[in-house]
């Protein structure tokens, strides 16, 4: 899925919403726990149920990777769930030396066929390169985090500039507002009147709301431009609202709680 269809999905839908697939074997409803294909069944049971309200699904490959090659077995059986109307993210934050990156980037949108990936900046663009060389895929940089350690690095001054400014205005250049988007934390909302000043058209992946204690309504109101130029994450609130047998009809309640704030915030 290109970033016109993608806008097109988000229209037509009037949802912005993206929902994360972090899923933790350990917190599966305990009818799920013991199941060979717990992951499996859970997740196909969370798309189904939420796919009519969102317009994106992120495999967050760390919860993934961790269970070995059954972990990538799940990964990759997981996507194939996902309709192709979804833009898919695989949430792997990678960045490494050119010949490391193509590796990775072949990975994920050759063999596995994500649409997008998120990478650090923090080695520079011979890391980011070989994602922004293939066509029609996505490359998500890392701008302004919402954890504690963002303080650590993101928020000091370069200058007259804190690195995450620099980041924006060094990487944007780097590609278009096609094939460039730059993760921006909910919680950091405050700062997204600045970030669209630096980059007005690209999309905005932002975690951190509800769960984390980001707002919906800040974040909208802040970071939309005319394409609307967001996909909000919700994970936890989503996937975990319920812990019964009744897990995905809940889970899409809760989807459609977002899609619905969402479209009244579209105007």
Known sequence: MDKKALVSEIFQKKSYLCVGLDTDRSKLPAHLKEEKDGIIIFNKAII??????????????????ARGLKG???????????PKKHFTIADAKRGDIGNTSA???????????????TVAPYMGEDSIRPFLDYENK??????????????DFELQ???????????????????NEDNLMFVVGATQAHELANIRKIIPQNFLLVPGVGAQGGSLQDVTHYGKNEEIGLLINSSRGIIYADNSENFANVAGEKAKELQQEMSVLFS
């Not at 996505?138 to 303080?151: D, E, F, P, R, Y």
């Open 157 to 175: 001054k370069m200058g007259d500039q804190f690195l995450y400014e620099k980041v924006l205005h060094t990487v944007s250049k780097w590609g």
């Open 72 to 82: 990538w077995e799940e990964m990759q059986e997981t996507l194939s769930f996902i």
């Open 48 to 65: 189904e149920a939420t796919k009519e309200y969102c317009v994106s699904y992120k495999i967050n490959t760390a919860f993934y990777e």
């Open 103 to 117: 590796q990775y980037a072949k990975t994920f949108f050759e063999t596995l066929d994500f649409d997008s990936i």
């Open 138 to 151: 996505v490359t998500i940089v890392l701008g302004l985090t919402s954890n504690k350690g963002a303080n």
